[in-house]
């Protein structure tokens, strides 16, 4: 695979200034893998659950989550149906704040598998001061449609949180990693350094409306992987929701034959305990 070059890199750091500024602008080609409904329900964490909120809009103690499932079934002159489930962990506890988020994705057209998609993303934070914190966290993703058989990363590095409050939370960080890439076509593994970014952006719009936007990057020598979430979720009561959204991701260096780019719509009914 070829070293990722300037338009790669552009990429990654214009997915993250769209999010640091709160805008989000979809984008409009999507590969046919993922055009087998008008919404599809997406395979990125892109709705990680905050720690509940005490007194004062601060975080309690304890854990807090959120599931989430989306399902499209299409029959007649098209037949596809498309499967999401996803589930988000969060605790505060002192200086420390933890996350886990797991989902799945799998698509069919006309009885053939069309994507089909893994992703589990954990992150400990630990305070080091007021607004800054230091991570380490660890992500899987598998994706057959990707190229990659694989994608595994550890990564750590410091952050900083701008706002934190119910209304607004803004915070970036920054850091270095180690990641594994198994190649689908010749089962080839490569390993390599990477470094890593992410910008979360949360606004409180209404008494039960957020409009939230997400991106991560990590690019090494043999990939470059950015994403980017934009959605807008409503409370209908304390326990269920539902969120619509658009994640666009894109891989510098994918084998031969594949796209860089994929895009999914999403439409999600959301469960929070």
Do not use: C
């Not at 989550?65 to 506890?93: H, I």
């Not at 510098?252 to 999600?268: F, I």
Request: glycine share 10%; no cysteine; aromatic share 8%.
């Amino acid at each position: 695979m070829a070293e990722p070059g300037f338009k790669s890199t552009v990429v990654a750091v214009a997915l993250q200034a769209v999010v640091a500024g709160g805008v989000a602008h979809a984008a409009t080609v999507q590969p046919a893998a993922f055009q087998t409904a008008a919404f599809q329900a997406t395979p990125i964490l892109a709705s990680a659950p905050q720690p509940v909120a005490g007194k004062g809009g601060a975080p309690r103690e304890g854990w807090s989550g959120r599931g989430e499932a989306g399902m499209v079934l299409s029959q007649g002159n098209a037949e596809s149906s498309t499967v999401s489930l996803k589930l988000g962990l969060a605790s505060q506890r002192e200086h420390w704040r933890h996350s886990l988020q797991l989902a799945a994705l799998r698509a069919t057209n006309k009885g053939r598998e069309s994507a089909a998609r893994i992703v589990a993303d954990g992150q400990s934070d630990l305070q080091i001061r007021q607004h800054a914190f230091w991570f380490g966290g660890l992500r899987y993703e598998s994706d057959r449609f990707s190229g990659f058989h694989y994608q595994e990363s550890a990564s750590t590095g410091a952050g900083f949180r701008f706002r934190d409050t119910e209304l607004l939370k803004l915070s970036a960080q920054v850091g270095a990693g180690y990641r594994r890439l198994s190649d689908r076509n010749t089962d080839q593994i490569f390993i390599d350094t990477v470094a890593v970014a992410g910008i979360t952006f949360d606004q409180k719009l209404g008494q039960n409306t957020r409009l939230v936007d997400r991106a991560h990057a990590e690019s090494g020598r043999y990939n470059t992987l950015a994403s980017n979430y934009t959605g807008v979720e409503v409370k209908m009561n304390a326990k269920l929701g539902l969120s619509a959204g658009y994640d666009i991701r894109h891989n510098s260096e994918p084998p031969p034959g594949l796209r860089p780019d994929d895009a999914v719509s999403t439409v999600h009914l959301v469960y929070a305990f």
